[in-house]
């Protein structure tokens, strides 16, 4: 049994080194300065003004210093009040094209907002280049041999005013030596843009122009980066989706350059994506891709594809995809129907992806079906809990068993108490005679561990639990409990500093973990049964910071452990006397320890006359 207790705390320190050590309660939720001007957004060209200090990035992203938000509320407002601008509507996407250099400079997020209120702005994916959180878009051509192609500061001509799923918008521009340069847009109901690049050659000579096309962004805006949770640059290369690169590996190499054709390249937060997919059906060029530092935190991911010839009368075409919004999976997977190779993997699984899509699949099901992700997550847990109950029955008969052996467990421990090996060897046979596994009660815990595991990265991951209530308090599952001890549960208007954010769900958490230590069998060694003792409290100032819904999913979980084992020590009597007894006996064994260790000669108290 002891053995048995060993094994089991070690696993759960393991799954707290395994999730919890970098989601520190400092770091993992740091409390923006204001909230967030949108979601992960760059820059390309320098910055109106001085940047303000780089703050640490919060879950989300978005700007953090106060003069940084206002500058981009500033900035935003001139650059989108200049004119020259292509409306963008669509279900998933509103902004505006840029005709001053044919840029996609200027895209909200239709069905995501910036907070919980209602009245709460659409997230903000992409902002014009100048401006602190400048992220856009762009395609374009290099010409070579002296061929003046559309640049910069190129004025585009457009055959329409407003970008929709049912109405195309082409751009046009012609320069002096007969060579017209087309870029026509067309948009979907979520987040994809295509766009496909036409040069036409009405000279009498062939030209050559080198296409490009490329995503622009500042890390000012970047979502926190950790061993969980990628966030940074992230690209297809031959199939193979890497999340090798962040923001500071480009910028120390300068340049980045993957191995292979590129199926898609762009950067990624936790919940958002801008990334350009080329074309390479039908025998299209498949271009090659790579990652470059442009500044301070200034970084571009590029396509690059060769040289292309235009004959005399002939026109060249290619096309781009461009993905900006936010990481649904099932668009992602839609997308993947459409062509797109692993697009649902800018989504960092990680490598129990194989468990972790099916609890995300099951969690989503739930969810539709009662319209409350905090009831489906309970929902999840009974449907663990019924699926690992027989498991939980022959863990205690197991245990019945281990108790029936105790005292023949004693006998041995006493007989060798002066040779471990020797004892070691005569327990194990004693083991194997009686035919007791002494293991079998770790099973539930390392079933149990992998759930946990993969629902924690469901809930972090998955811009589906974002913004999702519970019920009461619990406003969004995806967040940590926002009601703590120390400001009164919210009556006080101070917010706590992290590590001492214990909230309701935290004390539940503790309470019900300690109500279910003190239903199992207590260890036989004191120093473990002060370890047990403390560890419901431990979890709960390890696991406050944690999201909501994954602290109801462990409290559920330990509710029904607790009818569990109520109901299975009703169907095996004799564990539960055996147990009492037990404890019995080990309270004795410590207070005549503890009565030996007391120094000699202590006097005694008088007795009162």
């Not at 500033?74 to 505006?96: E, N, S």
Request: aromatic share 10%.
């Amino acid at each position: 049994m002891e053995n048995q207790r060993n094994v089991i705390l070690a696993m759960v320190l393991m799954a707290l080194m395994l999730i919890g050590w970098d989601v520190g309660m400092r770091y993992y939720y740091p409390a923006p300065a204001k909230p967030a001007a949108g979601a992960a957004a760059s820059s390309g060209a320098a910055p109106a003004a001085a940047p303000a200090a780089k703050l640490k990035p919060t879950r989300e992203g978005g700007l953090q210093a106060p003069a940084d938000v206002a500058l981009e509320k500033q900035d935003l407002v001139q650059a989108l009040a200049a004119g020259h601008r292509i409306a963008i509507d669509a279900p998933g996407l509103k902004g505006t094209i840029n005709l001053l250099g044919g840029l996609v400079d200027d895209l909200t997020l239709a069905r995501h907002r910036e907070a919980l209120d209602k009245a709460s702005p659409p997230v903000r994916l992409f902002s014009p280049a100048g401006t602190p959180a400048q992220h856009y878009a762009q395609v374009g051509w290099i010409g070579q041999n002296g061929v003046a192609a559309p640049g910069p500061d190129t004025m585009w001509q457009a055959d329409g005013t407003k970008l929709t799923p049912a109405t195309p918008v082409t751009l046009r521009w012609t320069n002096t030596t007969g060579q017209t340069f087309a870029i026509r847009y067309a948009i979907d109901a979520n987040y994809m843009i295509t766009l496909t690049q036409s040069v036409s050659n009405a000279a009498s000579a062939p030209v050559a122009v080198k296409p490009f096309a490329l995503v622009n962004r500042t890390d000012r805006t970047a979502s926190l980066d950790t061993w969980t949770v990628h966030s940074g640059p992230i690209a297809a290369f031959d199939g193979s989706v890497t999340f090798d690169n962040n923001y500071a590996d480009v910028k120390t190499a300068g340049t980045v350059s993957p191995a292979g054709s590129a199926n898609w390249i762009g950067f990624t937060d936790i919940y958002w994506l801008s990334a350009l997919i080329p074309d390479t059906a039908g025998g299209a060029v498949k271009p090659q891709g790579d990652f470059r530092s442009l500044g301070p935190d200034i970084f571009r991911a590029d396509l690059i594809y060769p040289v292309a010839t235009v004959a005399p009368g002939q026109t060249a075409t290619q096309t781009v995809r461009l993905f900006a919004g936010a990481k649904e999976n099932n668009v992602l997977e839609a997308y993947e129907k459409q062509g797109v190779t692993n697009l649902s993997l800018s989504i960092d699984w990680g490598w129990f992806r194989w468990f972790e899509k099916p609890i995300f699949w099951l969690l989503d099901s739930l969810f539709r079906a009662v319209h409350n992700f905090g009831v489906a997550i309970i929902l999840l847990t009974l449907i663990v809990r019924g699926m690992m109950f027989p498991v939980a029955q022959r863990q205690f008969s197991s245990m019945a068993a281990m108790r029936a052996i105790q005292p023949k467990l004693k006998v041995i421990q006493e007989r060798f108490k002066d040779d471990k090996q020797k004892q070691q060897q005569e327990i194990m046979a004693l083991y194997k005679a009686e035919g007791v596994n002494p293991l079998a009660g770790c099973l539930p815990i390392f079933l149990q561990i992998p759930v946990f595991f993969a629902l924690y990265k469901v809930l972090v991951l998955t811009i589906e639990m974002r913004h999702q209530p519970f019920f009461g308090w619990i406003k969004d599952l995806s967040a940590p409990d926002p009601l703590h001890v120390l400001n009164l549960f919210g009556l006080l208007s101070f917010t706590p500093p992290e590590f001492l954010g214990i909230g309701v769900l935290a004390i539940l958490l503790g309470v019900t973990m300690w109500a279910q230590f003190k239903l199992q069998p207590a260890a036989m060694d004191p120093s473990q049964q002060q370890v047990m003792a403390l560890m419901p409290w431990m979890m709960m100032f390890v696991m406050a910071p944690f999201a909501a819904g994954l602290l109801i999913y462990w409290i559920t979980s330990n509710i029904l452990t607790i009818a569990q084992q109520k109901y299975l020590y009703s169907r095996h009597p004799q564990l539960k006397a055996q147990a009492s007894k037990d404890q019995l006996d080990i309270d004795r064994s410590v207070a005549r320890d503890q009565k030996a260790q007391a120094p000699k000669g202590t006097p005694r108290k008088p007795k009162a006359r």
